[in-house]
């Protein structure tokens, strides 16, 4: 699975749109680009996926580069509940290690 | 349904006892696995199971045993505690691993070993 790159930490003012950059320049064909966050002291939680086209749920929107090398979660209008670890992971369809990274700290402020 | 359940919650343990951390799940999934989460290392594979009977090595598997007798459980092994393996322990599950069915997880087991 391609190895992802992300800032370690963000500030964001609520109301405000949060965009959270994911760096995966070593991603292949069919290779998902996935994102979870985790609140603190709670189990990882999904956000939403995607492979080339952009994808939007009730919780956020992706947004995948033509190139593939690059994304970004955009949580609209971020709020307290927001403030968690964000983690970007990449992987293809085969058996496989999902392997998570860091993460980035997304700190909301009122 | 109740989606991935762990338990205990918490447990303390000396060095040299064993326990299982056990790992439930009600939605069919074939994908199982357990990852630990120390501070500042994120999250880092244990062990995965592709369905039952099948299981295989993650990142850091060393210390620790699972076996697969049923879809449903995933149960994690320490046959004898280290203070190396206090730690929060998550299990997630997905529905199948040659797809793109995004990881469940448990809301973990919080170990000290002393």
């Known amino acids: 699975d391609a190895k992802t790159t992300q800032p370690p930490s963000m500030d964001c003012a609520e109301g405000r749109a949060a965009n959270l950059p994911c760096n995966h320049s070593t991603i292949s064909g069919n290779e998902y680009v996935y994102w979870y966050r985790q609140i603190h002291s709670q189990g990882p939680q999904y956000i939403i996926h995607g492979l080339k086209n952009n994808e939007t749920n009730e919780m956020a929107s992706l947004i995948i580069t033509e190139d593939r090398k690059s994304s970004t979660l955009i949580l609209p209008h971020a709020t307290l509940r927001d403030t968690a670890v964000y983690y970007c992971i990449v992987r293809g369809t085969s058996y496989g290690k999902l392997t998570f990274g860091q993460g980035t700290i997304l700190t909301v402020h009122p | 349904n109740a989606g991935v359940t762990q338990t205990p919650k918490f447990q303390v343990l000396k060095t040299g006892q064993s326990m299982t951390l056990q790992c439930a799940q009600d939605?069919?999934?074939?994908?199982m696995s357990w990852y630990r989460q120390d501070p500042g290392m994120g999250l880092r594979l244990i062990h995965y199971?592709?369905?039952?009977?099948?299981?295989d090595q993650g990142e850091v598997p060393n210390g620790y045993n699972v076996s697969r007798s049923t879809t449903e459980d995933f149960p994690l092994r320490l046959l004898s505690a280290a203070p190396s393996q206090t730690s929060v322990y998550f299990c997630a599950s997905r529905r199948g691993d040659r797809d793109n069915s995004p990881l469940h997880f448990g809301n973990g087991t919080r170990l000290t070993v002393t």
């Open positions: 939605m069919n999934h074939e994908y």
């Open positions: 199971s592709v369905g039952a009977g099948i299981t």
